[in-house]
């Protein structure tokens, strides 16, 4: 049985790599020039081929189909809200300054603290307050001196999608966290992920796409490692932690996004990008520290060892790691 401390402690690596790595979107976003929906659709559907890939080595390809009716409704209808919490905030960065777009997304894990006790059933956990306001508090000061400025109604437009795309985000943590019941990270990774392509599909026909190389070659690593490869992470990681404990460590995407911003974009480094980077440090490693109960739910994970070949059948029944002496919770 593997310790609950180094359960927890693998999930919140995990996603603190991901999250490092989207910081890094920025770059190659700035390569495309097209709607935020046709970069959406590309991005999922070279994602799709590539987790399609993955599950066709497990043979799960056809996983799906397995489950019921009910979940198969619930994943696609993640996929149209992954879709549409991304179109948000690449609408939002087109629209408004990237300092006011990335402030304002990044309420998003305050409303996942606030919710976790609601949508998940499970006590709040008081000791994400300090960790949370520190590193919202590291994103402000990094952020706030490129300018907090909002004027006109176009810009006024910009920080509602931004500020949307952080009530999507939430929805999108708790609502995954509980539909991974049961279900392994690929297979609801590609229904999410077809269901999402599906509905962009007309976006291709109707917006304006790219056409340079270099915008297809963007887009193909957004798809691949953006999407695809940081998604097996993060939700690989999101099984064995508490989702408002997850939020605080994706704090790491704005903290990286300045680091990647000054090395391939020529945007400085200042003394307010080392106290914000500090604190969110700070914060992150105070998450690392709690002890909590293990989370894992349902079958075993891709990453973590292989299952057994064939369908996965819906009595999947998994027994979770025994409580820690000190009766934390995840």
């Given at each position: 049985?593997?310790?609950?401390?180094?359960?927890?402690?693998?999930?919140?690596?995990?996603?603190?790599?991901?999250?490092?790595?989207?910081?890094?979107?920025?770059?190659?976003a700035r390569a495309i020039d097209?709607?935020?929906?046709?970069?959406?659709?590309?991005?999922?559907?070279?994602?799709?081929?590539?987790?399609?890939?993955?599950?066709?080595?497990?043979?799960?390809?056809?996983?799906?189909?397995?489950?019921?009716?009910?979940?198969?409704?619930?994943?696609?209808?993640?996929?149209?809200?992954?879709?549409?919490?991304?179109?948000?905030?690449?609408?939002?960065?087109?629209?408004?300054?990237?300092?006011?777009?990335?402030?304002?997304?990044?309420?998003?894990?305050?409303?996942?603290?606030?919710?976790?006790?609601?949508?998940?059933?499970?006590?709040?956990?008081?000791?994400?307050?300090?960790?949370?306001?520190?590193?919202?508090?590291?994103?402000?000061?990094?952020?706030?001196?490129?300018?907090?400025?909002?004027?006109?109604?176009?810009?006024?437009?910009?920080?509602?999608?931004?500020?949307?795309?952080?009530?999507?985000?939430?929805?999108?943590?708790?609502?995954?966290?509980?539909?991974?019941?049961?279900?392994?990270?690929?297979?609801?990774?590609?229904?999410?992920?077809?269901?999402?392509?599906?509905?962009?599909?007309?976006?291709?026909?109707?917006?304006?796409?790219?056409?340079?190389?270099?915008?297809?070659?963007?887009?193909?690593?957004?798809?691949?490692?953006?999407?695809?490869?940081?998604?097996?992470?993060?939700?690989?990681?999101?099984?064995?932690?508490?989702?408002?404990?997850?939020?605080?460590?994706?704090?790491?995407?704005?903290?990286s996004a300045v680091v990647f911003?000054?090395?391939?974009?020529?945007?400085?480094?200042?003394?307010?990008?080392?106290?914000?980077?500090?604190?969110?440090?700070?914060?992150?490693?105070?998450?690392?520290?709690?002890?909590?109960?293990?989370?894992?739910?349902?079958?075993?994970?891709?990453?973590?060892?292989?299952?057994?070949?064939?369908?996965?059948?819906?009595?999947?029944?998994?027994?979770?790691?025994?409580?820690?002496?000190?009766?934390?919770?995840?």
């Amino acid at each position: 049985m593997i310790p609950v401390k180094n359960l927890n402690l693998s999930g919140i690596n995990r996603i603190a790599l991901a999250a490092t790595i989207w910081g890094s979107i920025g770059v190659f976003a700035r390569a495309i020039d097209a709607h935020p929906a046709v970069i959406v659709f590309w991005r999922i559907l070279f994602a799709a081929v590539t987790i399609a890939v993955v599950s066709a080595g497990a043979k799960r390809l056809f996983a799906f189909f397995a489950l019921s009716s009910r979940k198969k409704i619930a994943v696609a209808a993640m996929g149209s809200l992954l879709a549409l919490n991304w179109i948000l905030f690449m609408g939002a960065l087109q629209l408004v300054d990237i300092a006011v777009a990335v402030l304002l997304a990044y309420c998003g894990p305050i409303f996942v603290a606030a919710l976790t006790p609601i949508v998940m059933r499970e006590a709040f956990d008081k000791r994400v307050i300090a960790p949370l306001l520190i590193g919202l508090a590291g994103t402000t000061i990094i952020i706030a001196p490129k300018g907090l400025d909002i004027a006109g109604g176009t810009q006024m437009l910009g920080a509602g999608m931004a500020f949307a795309s952080a009530v999507t985000y939430a929805a999108l943590i708790l609502n995954t966290k509980r539909l991974l019941k049961g279900i392994p990270v690929t297979v609801y990774m590609l229904g999410q992920y077809v269901a999402a392509t599906m509905l962009l599909l007309p976006a291709v026909f109707l917006l304006d796409g790219p056409s340079a190389p270099i915008e297809w070659g963007a887009l193909l690593v957004l798809g691949v490692v953006h999407t695809a490869l940081t998604g097996l992470l993060f939700l690989s990681g999101l099984r064995k932690v508490r989702p408002d404990h997850a939020a605080i460590i994706t704090y790491a995407e704005p903290l990286s996004a300045v680091v990647f911003a000054a090395a391939f974009l020529g945007e400085g480094l200042t003394v307010y990008v080392a106290i914000g980077r500090l604190a969110i440090v700070v914060g992150g490693v105070m998450v690392s520290k709690m002890r909590s109960e293990a989370t894992v739910e349902g079958p075993p994970l891709l990453l973590d060892q292989p299952e057994e070949n064939g369908p996965i059948r819906e009595n999947t029944s998994y027994t979770p790691q025994s409580r820690p002496p000190d009766g934390g919770h995840a």
